[in-house]
Nanobody, 124 residues
Framework: QVQLVESGGGLVQAGGSLRLSCVAS?????????VGWFRQTPGKEREFVAG????????FYADSVKGRFTISRDNAKNTVYLQMNSLKPEDTAVYYC????????????????WGQGTQVTVSS
């Protein structure tokens, strides 16, 4: 089982940028683990933001973040990044990193390893 720790959240003004990091320990990401970023606000279901395949060659984005967010991974460092640009107040949420074996899925229910989350707050 892989353990995940997120960092990089904080308070930023609209139009600003943040970079989130997700570091894995206990088991290397390797090239066979799908990693996704999800976010959640109070009272709402966790939603998919971005995902990256084990090799890093395939990436996936929610329509709401396409063109603004970029996901990448460095398997040598067991780290996945989420670069968030042109942030909007509606991006405010707790952001979670998650991992699963196999192929892409935007369904948070099939991810079996989760970090503790990091708060992102975008002020208007």
């Amino acid at each position: 089982q892989v353990q995940l720790v997120e960092s990089g959240g904080g308070l930023v003004q609209a139009g600003g940028s943040l970079r989130l990091s997700c570091v894995a320990s206990g088991r290397a990401f390797g090239v066979y683990t799908m990693v996704g970023w999800f976010r959640q606000t109070p009272g709402k279901e966790r939603e998919f933001v971005a995902g990256i395949a084990g090799s890093g060659g395939s990436t996936f984005y929610a329509d709401s973040v396409k063109g603004r967010f970029t996901i990448s991974r460095d398997n040598a460092k067991n780290t996945v990044y989420l670069q968030m640009n042109s942030l909007k107040p509606e991006d405010t949420a707790v952001y979670y990193c998650a991992a699963k074996p196999g192929y892409y899925s935007g369904n948070y229910k099939v991810y079996n390893a989760w970090g503790q989350g990091t708060q992102v707050t975008v002020s208007s």
